[in-house]
DNA sequence: GGCAATTTGTTCGTATGTATT
DNA sequence: AAATACATACGAACAAATTGC
């Protein structure tokens, strides 16, 4: 079903983790990975181009292309160390609690942050992460009424993403995330186990569907010593 | 010189910023772009592939290409928002102080942070970044002496990057950021004025050559009110 | 619902350029 | 200088999703 150039990526990197090629040393040309997979040069270099946006490998021109240690970069070489990763890595039991779900008229703020009219009713769910006894995470998401026309606690027990690109078949097209510090607000103070932490670390999200339509605005707030968050950049643009 | 998908890349920018097209309407579908500049659509293709991934355009199977409202993504797309850019954007004076510069035998932790032997030496720089009158990023940084001969104050006030790549002709391949966030050190209240703020953004930044080498260690500290990091992401991984 | 036209996605082939060894 | 390896560019064909008739 999948493209060609897909599967063969999911198989370079399965081998890159096998160990199958070393770190430092270089993945076969590919003229000779063409040979290999029997297919042409344009579906070798996409798989590559892939692994190389992905941070496995560094392609040089005339020399070569590079494993890089990936292992160092532990998991999601970007984005966030999710809860789930974080629990996973840590071994310890995780824990999601729903705290609030409800279906209503959105305040100012949120119509602002959605770009919705005054008719549209919005789902907020408010959502606590638990590790190892302590709550440390508390999400705030508010989804556009428009395309999820129910949610239940069960699902958001789970993963509401899941439901909404499985069961609800909507394309989530992209993501942006902006990463701030604040001082503790109330919610905070409620929901979390703060330990004498007196700032949160605030992730705001805006995700948007394949045809560009704002789907969520969402707040991750994380207790300061609890967050990480990992970046992959080819492109650098030095400060100064 | 520069690839000629590279240049309708950097043209199309420019129309989009232009606003020739609006926001959320179309671009001409790859076809009218071949005959409008006269090339094939592999060429087209890449170039849109670039739009793409920085946050331009967002493209649809069987529909077409859309415009994003890249002006609400204020300044880099993903990354950091640069001390410069910081100081542009509220319109302040903005001044780079460079508080230490030695060539020097590393420490155990720089030893294992750089993977360099006991015989390199290494560059230790740490500035300080002022704005309207107030310390709010402390940059140390360490770059391997291997590679990096010779440093001077000069070269520090300005962009050190700069002269890597154009003095000393060195390739940056790519770059492994960390965000994380920690509790004031002695350092951060000597050279940062902090306002009352205990806990500071630490980026740590792994700066790597074209082949894989580690030029660069790098931490930048950032008061926590200063401090605000942007993502843009095709493929979202949601938490649980 | 079906069919044709449009638009992007995937794959193949070929040729030439540029950097490295 | 020659061989190798990645980069760019062109052309062609078919697949898959969308839209309009």
């Known amino acids: 079903m999948n493209a060609k150039y897909i599967s063969i990526y999911h198989k370079l990197i399965e081998q ?28 070798i270099r996409k798989s590559l181009q892939m692994l190389e946006q992905n ?18 970069f532990n ?31 959105p305040s100012k703020f949120i119509k602002e942050q959605l770009l919705i009219d ?6 907020k769910v408010i959502r606590s992460r638990k590790i190892d006894g302590k709550k440390i995470i508390l999400d705030k998401e508010y989804y556009n009424g428009k395309y999820v026309e129910k949610l239940s606690r069960e699902i958001c027990e789970g993963s509401i993403f899941d ?47 394949d ?4 789907l969520q605005y969402g707040q991750s707030r994380h207790r300061p010593d609890k967050f990480k968050f990992v970046d992959f950049a080819r492109r650098i643009q030095q400060n100064i």
């Not at 941070?55 to 160092?72: E, H, M, P, Q």
């Not at 824990?95 to 609030?100: A, N």
């Not at 045809?211 to 704002?214: C, E, P």
């Open 55 to 72: 941070g496995y490998i560094n392609k040089v021109k005339g020399k070569g292309s590079f494993i890089l240690d990936t292992a160092k």
């Open 118 to 123: 005054d008719e549209t009713s919005i789902w």
């Open 163 to 209: 439901y909404i690109e499985n069961t609800l078949s909507l394309n989530i097209g992209f993501a942006k995330k902006e990463i701030v510090v604040q001082t503790c607000n109330e919610d905070d103070r409620k929901y979390l186990d703060l330990d004498g932490y007196d700032m949160v670390v605030v992730v705001n999200t805006f995700v948007y569907l």
């Open 16 to 43: 890159i983790e096998k160990g199958i090629y070393s770190v430092g040393s270089k993945i076969p040309s590919e003229k000779c990975l063409m040979e290999q997979f029997d297919v042409s040069r344009d579906t």
């Open 211 to 214: 045809d560009g339509s704002l």
């Open 75 to 105: 998991f999601p070489v970007t984005g966030l160390i999710s809860f789930k990763e974080l629990s996973a890595q840590i071994g310890r039991t995780a824990e999601t609690i729903v705290e609030k779900l409800e279906l209503k008229k």
